[in-house]
Nanobody, 119 residues
Framework: QVQLVESGGGLVQPGGSLRLSCATS????????LGWFRQTPGKQRELVAG????????NYADSVKGRFTISHDTAKNTVYLQMNSLKPQDTAVYYC????????????WGQGTQVTVSS
């Protein structure tokens, strides 16, 4: 099992910044990649950013490129999402997720953290 615990959400004004953290723990599975997703009511969950744990390569949704940065601290078993120049349309519940070797897609999810961008 893999456990994921997010933190760092909150209320921020447009143009502001937030950093989300996701602490990972557990055993028995090797994590292939970590990702941040977000979801708003009535919409499908979308991948915001992902990082491969072996190569460190990253990928981003077009809507956040140049504003968000995903990073993985292997020593702390924590993945971060630095969000800058936030816009009201970034308002959503953000979820951390892990993909493990040998299984398709993202397999483990955190509980989610609310990010609200509003003046």
């Amino acid at each position: 099992q893999v456990q994921l615990v997010e933190s760092g959400g909150g209320l921020v004004q447009p143009g502001g910044s937030l950093r989300l953290s996701c602490a990972t723990s557990g055993s028995g599975f090797s994590i292939k990649s970590l990702g941040w997703f977000r979801q708003t009511p009535g919409k499908q969950r979308e991948l915001v950013a992902g990082v491969a744990t072996t190569s460190g390569s990253t990928n981003y949704a077009d809507s956040v490129k140049g504003r968000f940065t995903i990073s993985h601290d292997t020593a702390k078993n924590t993945v971060y999402l630095q969000m800058n120049s936030l816009k009201p349309q970034d308002t959503a519940v953000y979820y951390c997720a892990a993909a493990v070797w040998g299984r398709p897609g993202y397999n483990y999810w955190g509980q989610g953290t609310q990010v609200t961008v509003s003046s």
